[in-house]
């Protein structure tokens, strides 16, 4: 958390903050981590798959099968076409 007041727009402290919070159980903060840190991504195919395949386990975990899905769909895309 303390990276992310001093780096702002690194989006792999976005990510690592999702990941944590996702093992913590916390998956309001890691979706809302996780979905700030998309706004810093910029041309990075491999990270952006991470994120969403991340979304899609803090959505899981918030009973929101939709949101879950949907970005467990869109990370597979991107898997697919490397």
């Known amino acids: 958390k303390h990276a ?5 727009a690194q989006p ?4 690592v903050n999702g990941v944590a919070n996702n093992n913590l159980y916390q998956y309001k903060k890691a979706a ?10 910029i041309d990075n195919p491999n990270m952006e798959a991470d994120f ?3 979304l ?3 959505y899981k975990g918030l009973n929101n099968i939709s949101k ?11 898997k697919a076409q490397q």
């Open 12 to 15: 792999i402290l976005y990510l």
């Open 32 to 41: 809302d981590n996780l979905e700030m840190g998309l706004d810093f991504l």
């Open 68 to 78: 879950s899905e949907t970005f467990a769909k869109k990370a597979q895309a991107i």
């Open 52 to 54: 969403y395949s991340q």
């Open 56 to 58: 899609s386990i803090a």
């Open 4 to 8: 992310l007041e001093l780096y702002p």
